[in-house]
């Protein structure tokens, strides 16, 4: 046998393997993560479903932008409670008064799902599910004082943790799984020098949770995970307290073939929710996306172009696919 009918065989051998894991999963899956066929690896997870996470993301926007104290807010939030529920998960919400940091009084709601609550090892994976009050960053000035629907920055993160959390009653992984959703993470100052105007919700947690007969292995932040024409780049501060974290993700996704938005690139060190989960002492990484060139965040970001339109369910499915090998290898 020449090399190249070896080669062939090969091709084919994967070929099979591949359609058969399409057959199975929902729907039919077509490899659009990548070229290069031959180098991507089958999930040993079960099939992350994107078509069920951009629901989640549309289902989130259809409330209205959930900015803090709104009614879009309020019927959001319980929403995400029922959901988790239904998927056998068990449900907290952390309640707290606080203020924004321009006055404005505010009561959040950190929602936290639990899976396998007794296991001893925990991961957390989270997410903000506030949307920003003002579209700032919107080229039309007339808008900076508009609410965003945040189907990126904020829904596109809580529909992977959303979709995990129905896989994860489908399939036990046999892990302590924490998944939280913080609040009030997207009103904060860009003009301000205090960075703790932001991530008020992760702020409170990190003073006000409690370890008890369990331990953090380590804790995945996902942060504008489904947009379109959207990179992953390695974030610096997750770099500092978690590299190997980073490093097993990336290396994950790319094994995956989704090395077209894990780009093994330093990225920039970003104020976020991981900060705060770094401050407790659990080693936690930051997926961010970012724009094309990695010169600043998704060009919808902050503007009222970051609704439903722009997710990519591509996007939505290498994060969440990538999650899940994490998940259901340890
Ligand atoms: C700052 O712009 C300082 N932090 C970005 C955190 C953020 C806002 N993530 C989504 N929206
Ligand atoms: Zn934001």
């Given amino acids: 046998m020449n090399r190249f009918s070896t080669l062939g065989n090969r091709f084919f051998v994967l070929y099979a393997s591949f ?53 879009a807010h309020e019927q959001c939030a319980q929403w995400l409670v029922n959901k988790f ?26 929602i936290i799902a639990v899976f396998n609550d007794s296991c001893e090892g925990r991961i957390q994976i ?12 919107d080229d039309n000035q007339s808008y900076h004082n508009t609410p965003i629907d945040g189907a990126n ?6 529909g992977v943790l959303l979709e995990i959390a129905r896989q994860i009653q489908l399939k036990n992984p046999e892990i302590g799984v924490e998944l939280i959703c913080w609040d009030a993470e997207d009103s904060g100052d860009h003009g301000s020098e205090n960075e703790n105007s932001w991530c008020l919700g992760s702020q ?21 995970v489904g947009g379109k024409d959207s990179y992953f780049r390695k974030e610096q501060i997750s770099m500092y307290y978690a590299p190997g974290v980073v490093d097993n993700v990336w290396s994950t996704a790319q094994k995956l073939g989704y090395g077209k938005y894990f780009l093994n690139e330093n990225g920039n060190p970003i104020t976020d929710d991981h900060i705060q989960v770094n401050k407790s ?21 902050h503007t009222m172009n970051d609704n439903i339109q722009n997710i990519d369910k591509n ?9 899940m090998e994490i998940i259901w290898q340890i």
């Fill in 281 to 301: 002492g659990i080693p936690c990484i930051d997926i961010i996306g970012s724009n094309h060139d990695g010169s600043s965040f998704p060009d919808t970001w």
């Fill in 315 to 323: 996007v939505l499915n290498a994060v969440g696919q990538t999650l």
């Fill in 204 to 224: 409170y947690w990190a003073t006000n949770h409690s370890v008890n007969g369990f331990r953090y292995l380590f804790g995945i932040l996902l942060d504008m």
């Fill in 85 to 110: 529920e239904q998927f056998g998960a068990n449900v907290s919400v952390q309640e707290a008064e606080s203020h924004l940091y321009d006055g404005t009084p505010i009561t959040m709601k950190n």
């Fill in 19 to 71: 359609l058969l894991i399409c057959l199975c999963s929902c729907g039919n899956k077509s490899n659009s993560q990548s070229n290069d066929t031959v180098s991507v690896a089958q999930p040993t997870s079960p099939i992350f479903c994107e078509d069920s996470a951009y629901t989640y993301v549309a289902t989130q926007c259809s409330f209205g932008p959930r900015t803090m104290n709104s009614k």
């Fill in 153 to 158: 920055d904020g829904a596109s993160g809580v």
């Fill in 126 to 137: 989270s997410s903000h599910w506030d949307s920003r009050p003002w579209a700032d960053n």
